[in-house]
């Protein structure tokens, strides 16, 4: 066996080892792919990671379906691995561990431009490629961006509001995360499409944590803290879901304007039901197959685009069943 074979098996072995020992301090799972099994370790052409900042949030295993899918066709060994819940620092920490393994290729969520960037940069200088996946960290080392031009998808919010009420309207808006760098452009695009609209107000903003319940007591804290408040807009996948838990139980008669964010079930059942006006559609399962594949090319030495955008759009109740672009996995139409 050739000792760059041998060299290469090493690296891995050890980056599983790692892997296991520490992720077992942080109580965190390991989600493998694939056993790391001796057949595997042959087969592979190269060793990706997927690095969510959160495991167990149906958006990211929607990413995780369309990479494991892509990563069979191209014999890539993947593995997903990130915080089981959001928190930055194991965020940070789990993209370290991939870069002290040695993998092959990073994909990964910029959330945070000032803290992801030195790390990008240290995974370049050894020689790994780093694709930035649903969350761009603009001006860092990463060679391209595959997922949602999130200012866009902001902007194209504030215009269905506009399009879908009349007269004087009071936003709360409910955030996945104050300081991720995609809410706050989804955040800006809202804010920049209704800024000339003198009917329209943001009465307020909370954070939701990207949970349902943190959704649901954003939604209730606005609702106690601005009593006229007529309009909700979500910016991240469980928010809509979470706004409407809210709604409910405030027992208002008021029929307050839900504008929500990707296509996961409940939220779908939600807009066919009436209790939500409008989605804001992502495309998580491209943006998996996607970045693996442009980590697959930037290996074989391609040169591509380094904004791969994978589209956005706004459906309401009467663009249901959706299409296949807009259809989540287990969606039927
Ligand atoms: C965002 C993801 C986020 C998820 C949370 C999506 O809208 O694009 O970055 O992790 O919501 O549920």
Redesign the pocket.
């Known amino acids: 066996m050739k000792w760059s074979k041998l060299f290469g098996m090493g690296a891995f072995l050890t980056f599983c080892v790692i892997s296991v020992l520490f992720l077992s301090v942080l109580g965190q799972d390991l989600v493998k792919i694939e056993s790391a099994s001796d057949e595997a370790v042959s087969t592979y052409q190269y060793h990706f990671v997927l690095v969510?900042?959160?495991l167990d949030?149906e958006?990211?295993q929607l990413v995780q379906k369309g990479a494991a899918d892509a990563a069979e066709v191209h014999r890539v060994y993947l593995e997903y691995l990130g915080p089981k819940q959001?928190d930055l620092d194991d965020h940070l920490k789990t993209i370290d561990m991939a870069i002290a393994g040695h993998v092959d290729g990073i994909m990964t969520?910029g959330l945070d431009a000032k803290r992801y960037k030195p790390l990008f940069q240290k995974a370049r200088e050894k020689g790994i490629d780093v694709v930035t996946v649903?969350?761009d960290a603009e001006g860092s080392k990463r060679q391209v961006y595959v997922g949602?031009d999130n200012y866009y998808s902001g902007f194209i919010a504030g215009q269905a509001l506009i399009a879908d009420t009349k007269g004087e309207q009071y936003v709360g808006i409910v955030t996945?995360r104050l300081d991720?760098i995609?809410q706050k452009l989804r955040v800006k695009g809202f804010r920049d499409a209704v800024s000339g609209e003198k009917r329209i107000h943001i009465a307020g903003i909370e954070e939701s944590a990207?949970t349902k319940s943190g959704a649901s007591g954003a939604a209730y804290k606005l609702l106690n803290d601005h009593t006229q408040l007529t309009a909700f807009y979500g910016?991240?996948?469980?928010d809509g879901v979470g706004i409407i838990q809210a709604t409910e139980q405030y027992h208002s008669s008021k029929d307050v304007y839900v504008l929500a964010?990707?296509t996961l079930p409940d939220t779908i059942q939600a807009l066919d039901d009436g209790k939500i006006d409008a989605v804001v559609v992502?495309h998580p399962y491209e943006m998996g197959y996607q970045a693996v594949e442009s980590l697959v090319r930037l290996q074989q030495g391609d040169k591509q685009e380094p904004l791969q955008y994978t589209g956005t759009s706004v459906i309401r109740r009467g663009d249901l069943p959706l299409h296949q672009m807009e259809r989540p996995q287990g969606v039927q139409p």
């Open positions: 969510p900042e959160e949030n958006y990211w959001a969520q649903d969350t949602t996945g991720a995609h990207i910016t991240s996948a469980l964010f990707d992502q």
